[in-house]
């Protein structure tokens, strides 16, 4: 069975990242994506990665939209693309306000209409199709355009249905697992509305082999990543968990999940490798396994061996 590895913006060693992609070709995983946020340029370790490996596939997991051009997303992946022997994904998602205006210094305004703009955009390029322009000047083609599958993150329903409508695959993390057929619907109705099939659902899902990684995957991303999770949350039904969840978790506390909220355990992580069972019976066709940054690269290792397909 398909499995993929993901590696979030927090994870800056160089070398585990390097490493953990030679784990998880050996151990037969399917694809590795590095995400990029305010660390290196995924495209830099990429290109690294694919010197180093022959099989996995490889993509961004995911690259943000305000951070470059389309033009230059397009030439990214058409690079990508020829380097890794066309083993290259590109994966899309909106980011954040802290992303977009505290790093990149551009306007957090309309995620989803920024993203749907620019990765059709990109699409165009890549089809070799002229670049739709907004100057009135005459569009250019990619000198190097390449057949590269379009990946979108999206959680909320607006977005979720534009993956829909332009990607090969819908990309959620911290989506809960309960709440995949009912996004899963938007997914198929946007597509069939389209004329196009319904995108592979390749969630992103953490991997928590310990309950104080565990406490860290969910206090961290509901308290410190801005609001864009705990948002989805609430809104799939599960406010009170979150409540308890940003209840317990003040400054200087070590973080922790309480008891009303483990539910999000279950919902949210793999703890064992059953949870990849149930994930494929809820509707996912490629689940991907999210390291968590900063661990031993040991522990690391051996959560890639628990979980090899």
């Known amino acids: 069975m398909n499995v993929a ?54 993509g961004t997991g995911v690259l943000n939209v305000w951070g470059r051009s389309p033009a230059s997303i397009a030439m990214l992946a058409s690079g990508l693309h020829a380097v890794s022997g066309g083993r290259f994904t590109l994966g899309l998602g909106a980011g954040s306000p802290q992303l977009a205006e505290g790093l990149h210094d551009v306007e957090f305004r309309a995620p989803v209409r920024r993203l749907g703009a620019t990765a059709r955009q990109v699409r165009t390029l890549l089809d070799g199709e002229r670049a739709v322009t907004s100057t009135g000047a005459r569009g250019l083609r990619l000198a190097a355009p390449a057949p590269v599958p379009l990946h979108l993150a999206a959680l909320g329903p607006a977005a979720v249905r534009l993956a829909g409508e332009v990607a090969d695959a819908w990309v959620p993390f911290l989506q809960p697992r309960s709440g995949l057929k009912e996004r899963m619907c938007l997914l198929e109705d946007a597509a069939a509305r389209a004329g196009r099939p319904r995108p592979r659902v390749a969630p992103g899902i953490p991997a928590a082999l310990s309950p104080e990684v565990a406490a860290w995957w969910v ?91």
Do not use: K
Request: aromatic residues 6%; proline residues 7%; glycine residues 8%.
């Open 219 to 309: 206090a961290f991303y509901l308290t410190s990543m801005g609001p864009l999770y705990a948002t989805s949350l609430r809104e799939q039904g599960f406010g009170a968990a979150v409540d308890a969840v940003v209840a317990a978790n003040g400054r200087g506390v070590p973080p922790n999940v309480p008891a009303a909220a483990r539910v999000l355990v279950d919902e949210l992580l793999l703890s064992r490798r059953e949870d990849l069972d149930r994930w494929r019976a809820a509707g996912a066709d490629l689940p991907a396994l999210v390291l968590p940054p900063g661990r031993p690269l040991d522990e690391l290792e051996s959560t890639l061996a628990a979980f090899r397909p």
């Open 5 to 58: 590895v993901g590696v979030t913006p927090m994870e800056t060693r160089r070398e585990v990242v390097l490493r953990l992609a030679d784990v998880a070709e050996d151990l037969g995983y399917s694809a590795f994506t590095v995400a990029e946020g305010w660390g290196y340029d995924a495209g830099v370790l990429l290109a690294e990665i694919a010197t180093r490996t022959s099989r996995i596939e490889l």
